[in-house]
């Protein structure tokens, strides 16, 4: 089950919210345990026992750490399982069951993993629980002594897709006894119609450029297409993501949870560095504390911290996926943030600003050509014919290419929203409308009736094409 489906939004949701608000609060977190896993097992029911496991899994020992605080093999056992599992579902689902049979594994063992994928939310789920096993081993938290609690934690629905990745502490409080009201309910419907509206008429509108045009190849595309496309790629993983963030947290707080930001406008960013404090916010911190400073307390004499940069960020790309595009993603962008710890930010700072948005803009769209290429020669080709130094040109079909060379009006239109929300323009503007209260309340219903026009927009949509899922779904 995935957000932006009408089954989603005209099933799942108004049962599932009907029942827990009227419902004792006390009742609540069986409630959402239950919801979740419904939600979970709508289309992936085989990994049900999975999911239980792991939740048993890191329940038992969590509690045995509480009791033996220093005993590091239980927290490593735990942390081991969890990576272990995770990085097998990951090899699974890139490369098959072809590798276990080139390993001389019998077809009979095969046979019982060949219908395996990725379970839903593993990477999310796998790096929550490896954070409370450590925050319990570094006594930072108490163990969760409610199995009930626990399992609402790992499995609450609007997080499992695609996060944010939400430590325990931040939600502890409110898992014995969900606290909710009317404003928290509407500021979390608000914040779900924005994210639909950002996957739905922005990410999905711009994807049917993208996905035709890396699908052509570069041979068959000219330069102005292919940098058209790689600018309409970083726009539309910006808005999927940030737009299904957006309804997960929208969901959280109607249930009462404050599960985290994860975006703040990232493409305003003057270095990597900043922008791996604005993008996939939650990602980039859990990796700074349960990574990059524990390896920092032992760094090596030279070149120690570059070091370490660059483990955190092919770590980053290896939990993307274990290709060759996504480890050489992580690796550049480690080697532009060891290039930056060096010399290259002080550089920065003393050249204008439209300067380093430039060269912060260009080492992303980079980036994003490797993340975005099936295989590393192709990111290469593409390279070349944004550069128009890719010599043959093939022209595509008319069927092949649509809706290239005429690209669509509604296409331009999500395009130059994109552009327009990807700067902070209307938070600042709603910050400043705040101090003025006798226009505050009116532009609050036009946002509202705006917001309420938009969602009916994207059910057009959603009802006239197909519901494509979040990318970061699939990680």
């Known amino acids: 089950m995935i957000f932006n489906s009408p089954l989603f939004l005209f099933l799942f949701v108004p049962f599932f919210f009907a029942i827990y608000y009227v419902a004792d609060k006390n009742l609540r977190r069986i409630i959402g345990v239950a919801g979740s896993f419904l ?31 220093s005993n590091k093999y239980l927290l490593w056992v735990g942390i081991a399982g969890n990576l272990a599992l995770l990085a097998f579902f990951k090899i699974i689902s890139t490369y098959g069951i072809d590798w276990m049979l080139s390993a001389g594994m019998p077809q009979r063992i095969t046979d019982l993993f ?18 409370y096993l450590v925050d319990i081993y570094k006594k930072r938290i108490g163990a969760e002594t409610s199995l009930l609690n626990f399992a609402l934690y790992i499995m609450l629905f609007p997080k499992i897709l695609v996060g944010p990745i939400t430590r325990y502490k931040k ?34 509108i711009l994807a049917k450029l993208v996905n035709i045009t890396f699908k052509l190849g570069p041979e068959s595309i000219l330069p ?42 990232p493409y305003i960013s003057e270095s990597i560095g900043e922008f791996w404090r604005r993008w996939h916010i939650s990602l980039s911190v859990w990796f700074r504390d349960y990574v990059f400073y524990p390896l920092e307390r032992k760094r090596i004499k030279f070149f120690g911290r570059q070091l370490n940069i660059m483990i955190v960020f092919l770590l980053t790309g290896l939990w ?60 290469w080709d593409y390279i070349l014919r944004l550069l128009n130094l890719y010599k043959s040109y093939t022209p595509p079909t008319f069927s092949q290419s649509a809706p290239l ?13 994109a552009l327009f929300l990807s700067m902070p323009i209307l938070p600042y503007a709603e910050k400043t409308l705040n101090k003025y209260p006798k226009i505050a309340f009116p532009s609050r219903i036009i946002n509202d009736a705006f917001l309420l026009l938009l969602f009916v927009v994207s059910l057009s949509m959603m009802v006239s094409g197909q519901f494509a899922p979040g990318i970061y779904g699939g990680f």
Do not use: C
């Not at 999975?50 to 939740?55: A, K, L, R």
């Not at 939600?171 to 739905?200: C, E, H, M, W, Y």
């Not at 060379?405 to 929203?417: C, N, Q, R």
């Open 39 to 69: 939600f979970f097992s709508w289309g992936q029911s085989f990994y049900i026992p999975i999911i239980v496991g792991i939740i048993l899994w890191n329940f038992y020992f969590a509690h045995n750490l509480k009791k033996e605080r």
């Open 114 to 131: 060949e219908r395996l994928g990725f379970p839903l939310g593993l990477s999310y789920i796998s790096f929550q629980t490896i954070s």
């Open 171 to 204: 939600v502890v409080g409110s898992l014995s006894t969900p606290q909710i009201n009317k404003d928290d309910i509407a500021n979390g419907i608000r914040r779900f119609l924005r994210g639909l509206a950002k996957k739905v008429l922005i990410a999905d």
């Open 224 to 265: 102005h297409i292919a940098w058209l496309a790689i600018i309409a790629y970083a726009l539309q993983i910006y808005f999927d993501f940030s737009g299904y963030t957006d309804m997960a947290l929208g969901l959280g707080m109607m249930m009462g949870f404050d599960l985290g930001e994860n975006f703040n406008f």
């Open 320 to 379: 993307h996926g274990i290709t060759q595009s996504f480890i050489f993603w992580g690796f550049l962008h480690g080697l532009f943030l060891v290039l930056e710890n060096l010399f290259l930010a002080r550089v920065l700072k003393k050249t204008l600003k439209p300067i380093r948005h430039i060269y912060t803009l260009s080492s992303i769209l980079l980036t994003w050509i490797i993340f975005r290429s099936p295989t590393l020669s192709f990111a």
């Open 405 to 417: 060379p005429f690209i669509e009006p509604t296409f331009w239109l999500a395009f130059f929203s």
